[in-house]
């Protein structure tokens, strides 16, 4: 269902936010991923969406496309600009009344009490507005928020480790470290990185279209297992699981454990 609607929160570290609509909704949420051509909106921007409701999780927007408005918003809070305001044309006034508002038609439902996760102040889940996300001019680039951290994030890291991978394949079938011929074991890993590649894939399709979801130990256990290089790939190419610091530290985990298991192998098989 098409939407359209306003920017009501949004946390530029995590790549997400929240926008309002004219019936009432303020807890629709997005990810900047979603948002046509990569760009963050600004807090108060008129942006157009597809409506999807994920069971158990509420409404999310996909497809978001930005109608333009807008303004940075002083650091002492990061809701969207004119939340408070009365009169203004095209737009909702909030009447006080015990800390509601009622919407006045052609416009979303404000209130002079923003949601309880608004930014007023430091929390561990926010943080002050900063000249990267809401100080920064519309249409601005973007610097130094949301890039991706880790091997993800350097590639000269994943060449040097892939080199270090092949190397001590290469020392692994020499010396018959283990009990398989060399075409099965390079057949098997490439197989396994093949299922990788299309593990992060379906997990990305299920995360727009609402489905089941692809557990992320599943995509650890196969990185894990030699489908790391392929791991990385799909991260890239996909542009999924490569924002998520917790994950991308858990993957760089299971790349030198990988690449630890294989020099042992490599060691006690001389």
Do not use: C
């Amino acid at each position: 269902m098409t939407q359209d609607g306003e920017v009501l929160r949004f946390d530029a570290e995590r790549g997400f936010g929240f926008i309002g609509t004219a019936d009432g909704r303020r807890d629709i949420f997005f990810h900047v991923r979603d948002v046509r051509g990569g760009e963050a909106p600004n807090l108060g921007e008129r942006v157009r969406f597809e409506r999807i409701d994920v069971g158990g999780k509420g409404p999310r927007a996909m497809a978001v496309q930005r109608l333009g408005g807008g303004r940075a918003v002083p650091s002492a809070g990061a809701t969207a600009p004119g939340a408070a305001r009365t009169g203004s044309p095209g737009r909702s006034a909030a009447k006080a009344d015990g800390g509601t508002a009622r919407a006045i038609p052609g416009g979303a439902s404000r209130t002079a009490d923003r949601a309880p996760n608004r930014t007023t102040g430091p929390t561990p889940n926010n943080r002050r507005a900063s000249p990267t996300d809401s100080d920064r001019r519309p249409g601005a680039p973007r610097r130094g928020n949301g890039h991706p951290r880790g091997l993800d994030g350097q590639p000269w890291l994943f060449a040097l480790a892939v080199l270090a991978w092949l190397v001590l394949l290469v020392l692994v079938l020499r010396q018959g470290a283990l009990p398989v011929s060399a075409p099965a074991l390079l057949g098997g890993l490439a197989l396994l990185n093949v299922a990788t590649f299309i593990a992060y894939a379906s997990d990305k399709n299920a995360a727009q279209q609402g489905r089941w979801r692809t557990p992320e130990n599943t995509l650890h256990a196969l990185a894990l297992a030699g489908g790391w290089p392929a791991a990385w790939l799909a991260q890239r190419a996909l542009r999924h699981k490569s924002r998520k610091a917790e994950f991308l530290a858990v993957y760089v985990v299971t790349v030198l454990l990988n690449l630890g298991a294989l020099a042992w192998l490599a060691w006690h098989g001389r």
